[in-house]
Nanobody
Framework: QVQLVESGGGLVQPGGSLRLSCAASGSRFSINAMGWYRQAPGKQRELVATITSGGSTKYAASVKARFTISRDNAKNMVYLQMNSLKPEDTAVYYC????????????????WGQGTQVTVSS
């Protein structure tokens, strides 16, 4: 019912920057929290950053000083500004949203996007 679409991934050199965007769409819903996760080949999916509708944020230690998560609640969008990128940041980045779907019997939802590839390489 609630769908997420990521964009903004690509190839960047070490030390460069990228900004990822995620748009949520559906009939009627309320998002309590959104976040970014990433998964590299052979690795488990890991949390990168999360943000609540009230603006509280949480970051993985590996990205805390370099990445910034932000949101636009009116547009149902979340962003991830990634600076000082390192080769180890290479992964597929997934957007996640938690909330309530009012158009589906007031059900809780946990939705995921299909991911966007970020490659950091010389």
């Amino acid at each position: 019912q609630v769908q997420l679409v990521e964009s903004g991934g690509g190839l960047v050199q070490p030390g460069g920057s990228l900004r990822l965007s995620c748009a949520a769409s559906g009939s009627r819903f309320s998002i309590n929290a959104m976040g970014w996760y990433r998964q590299a080949p052979g690795k488990q999916r890991e949390l990168v950053a999360t943000i609540t509708s009230g603006g509280s944020t949480k970051y993985a230690a590996s990205v805390k000083a370099r990445f910034t998560i932000s949101r636009d609640n009116a547009k149902n969008m979340v962003y991830l500004q990634m600076n000082s990128l390192k080769p180890e940041d290479t992964a597929v980045y997934y957007c996640n949203a938690l909330g309530v779907d009012y158009g589906s019997g007031y059900r809780l939802f946990d939705s995921w996007g299909q991911g966007t590839q970020v490659t950091v390489s010389s």
